[in-house]
């Protein structure tokens, strides 16, 4: 079975600065899609940026990009240039690539609150 | 093309009471899933269900707590005899038919169970 670890359970991060979140996972699989989800107070799941795991190269979206190390297992989320509206809980998830063409159950991280000050 | 829709929003139920919680899929969505998040820990999957199926339903417990997603209507998770520790956010997350190799879930805002 799949593990998805998040060893920081709480970060914080200045307005304007970068902050990066660690997420390690373990998995025997080859073909995988590694997911950062953003959970504000509001609780609505939020994709913020994803990466499959035959891709080298990291993904980015705007202001968020991974570094993705597939042989360490590891895919952190990096922050640039942090505004309030980034405060939230941030979850790493692992999603098996079924290639029967169905897609499959999401294995999360248990989160990082992550606060933003002025 | 609306969300994910759940409802209620918020439940507060009696030890001993039925809960059920609906949720309706996005349009052209006919893969649901089912997640619990207890306070302060990330959401762990319960069931995967498609129209009329139950595909995996390897995250359920065993006793009072049953899914279903007719050919008509949202999908239902329904606890019977619900107990404190029932207490939890419920999730509901779809995504398209097969054949795309890498579909991805959407999620609904969330059923908050109060046990009490």
């Known amino acids: 079975a799949q593990t998805v670890t998040q060893s920081q359970p709480e970060m914080s991060v200045q307005e304007a600065e970068t902050v990066t979140l660690s997420c390690t996972y373990d998995?025997?699989?080859?073909?995988?899609?590694l997911f950062w989800y953003k959970q504000p107070p509001s609780r609505q799941m939020i994709l913020v940026i994803r990466q499959e795991a035959y891709k080298q190269q990291n993904a980015t979206e705007n202001r968020f990009s991974v570094n993705f190390q597939k042989a360490a297992k590891s895919f952190s989320l990096k922050i640039s240039d942090s505004q309030l509206g980034d405060a939230a809980m941030y979850f790493c998830a692992y999603r098996s690539d079924r290639r029967a063409g169905t897609a499959s159950k999401l294995t999360f991280g248990t989160g990082t609150r992550l606060q933003v000050t002025l | 093309n609306a969300g994910v829709m759940q409802n209620p929003r918020h439940l507060v139920r009696r030890r001993g009471q039925e809960a059920r919680l609906r949720c309706s899929p996005m349009?052209?969505?006919?893969?649901v899933y089912w997640y619990r998040q207890l306070p302060e820990e990330g959401l762990k999957f319960m069931v995967y269900l498609q129209k009329e199926n139950i595909i995996d339903e390897s995250g359920m417990p065993k006793e009072r707590f049953s899914a279903e997603f007719p050919k008509e209507g949202p999908s239902i998770l329904r606890i019977q005899q619900v107990v404190r520790g029932d207490s939890a956010a419920y999730f509901c997350a779809s995504s398209p038919t097969t054949g795309a190799l890498n579909t991805e879930a959407f999620f609904g805002q969330g059923t908050r169970l109060t046990v009490v």
């Open positions: 998995t025997s699989e080859s073909d995988y899609y």
């Open positions: 349009k052209g969505h006919s893969h």
